[in-house]
Nanobody, 118 residues
Framework: QVQLVESGGGLVQAGGSLRLSCAAS????????MGWFRQAPGKEREFVAG????????RYTDSARGRFTISRDNAKNTVYLQMNSLKPEDTAVYSC???????????WGQGTQVTVSS
């Protein structure tokens, strides 16, 4: 089992920045990659960014590319999402998830609210 705990959400004005953290514990050797997802009210959950657990490869959705940066600190078993130039449409609950070697995002954090005011 892998446990994930997010932190760093909050209220920010448009154009501002936030950094989300996702601390992993438990059987972290089973993690292939980590991802950040978000779900806005009335919308489906969407992928935002991903990073290999042991490598350097990253992926971003088009709306995040150029504004968000995903990074990883393996010594702390923590993944970060640096979000800059935030827009009201970035308002959502952000969750991190761990992808296992079967390719499934099998473990999820509880989510953290990000609210961007205009």
């Amino acid at each position: 089992q892998v446990q994930l705990v997010e932190s760093g959400g909050g209220l920010v004005q448009a154009g501002g920045s936030l950094r989300l953290s996702c601390a992993a514990s438990g059987r972290t050797s089973s993690i292939l990659a980590m991802g950040w997802f978000r779900q806005a009210p009335g919308k489906e959950r969407e992928f935002v960014a991903g990073i290999e657990w042991s490598g350097t490869s990253t992926r971003y959705t088009d709306s995040a590319r150029g504004r968000f940066t995903i990074s990883r600190d393996n010594a702390k078993n923590t993944v970060y999402l640096q979000m800059n130039s935030l827009k009201p449409e970035d308002t959502a609950v952000y969750s991190c998830a761990a992808r296992n070697y079967q390719g499934v995002y099998a473990y999820w954090g509880q989510g953290t609210q990000v609210t961007v005011s205009s």
